[in-house]
T-cell receptor, first 112, second 115 residues
Framework: GEDVEQSLFLSVREGDSSVINCTYT??????LYWYKQEPGAGLQLLTY?????DMKQDQRLTVLLNKKDKHLSLRIADTQTGDSAIYFC????????????FGTGTRLTIIP | DTAVSQTPKYLVTQMGNDKSIKCEQN?????MYWYKQDSKKFLKIMFS???????INETVPNRFSPKSPDKAHLNLHINSLELGDSAVYFC??????????????FGSGTRLTVV
């Protein structure tokens, strides 16, 4: 079955860049997403990348996809205290009714 | 104008009780899901319905029974609640189209505590 792994914790100084990594096993992954979950809140879609793309940039967010190694990363530039949250990568293998499989989540802590 | 709304937001109940969580989406999506987030924040799919038809049923105890009266609603009924059922339950929806750029839209979650 599908397996999506992330490091559980990351601490970064305010103003530095944060890089959150994700590896997945399903070679048929079509869309890959990054979701943000703030304490006590739901899941907010941050960005997505389609499997035929290598990189996507959206303001402070940069997503890199290495399809050969099945590795996805999210870079947050100029990390702020408001970026403190749990970040989940997720993948869906196909169109239609396929389920979204989540990674284990990375808790990002910002050091003042 | 919440896109995916769940009720209740919080639910505290005793072991052995039966409870329901409701979910409604006003996005016109065709597929709805229930996810469970445990105390370690792991998110796992439980069920998926497409146009009122059950299409995904992961390894979930029979005490959990989803019901979809129409494609805009997906409810979750839990019988004989156990301590291990304590979690946050998220409802989600997605269109049945090939464009998945906007991902899956999630509700704000229902925090279930069984005492």
């Amino acid at each position: 079955g599908e397996d999506v792994e992330q490091s559980l914790f990351l601490s970064v100084r305010e103003g530095d860049s944060s890089v959150i990594n994700c590896t997945y096993t399903d070679s048929s992954s079509t869309y890959l997403y990054w979701y943000k979950q703030e304490p006590g809140a739901g899941l907010q879609l941050l960005t997505y990348i389609f499997s035929n793309m290598d990189m996507k940039q959206d303001q402070r967010l940069t997503v890199l996809l290495n399809k050969k190694d099945k590795h996805l990363s999210l870079r947050i530039a100029d990390t702020q205290t408001g970026d403190s949250a749990i970040y989940f990568c997720a993948e869906t293998p196909n169109f239609g009714n396929e389920k979204l499989t989540f990674g284990t989540g990375t808790r990002l802590t910002i050091i003042p | 104008d919440t896109a995916v709304s769940q009720t209740p937001k919080y639910l505290v109940t005793q072991m052995g009780n039966d409870k329901s969580i409701k979910c409604e989406q006003n996005l016109g999506h065709d597929t709805m899901y229930w996810y469970k987030q445990d105390s370690k924040k792991f998110l796992k799919i439980m069920f998926s319905y497409n146009n009122k038809e059950l299409i995904i049923n992961e390894t979930v105890p029979n005490r959990f029974s989803p019901k979809s009266p129409d494609k805009a609603h997906l409810n979750l009924h839990i019988n004989s609640l156990e301590l291990g059922d304590s979690a946050v339950y998220f409802c989600a929806s997605t269109p049945q189209s090939r464009d998945r750029r906007y991902g899956y839209t999630f509700g704000s979650g229902t925090r279930l505590t069984v005492v």
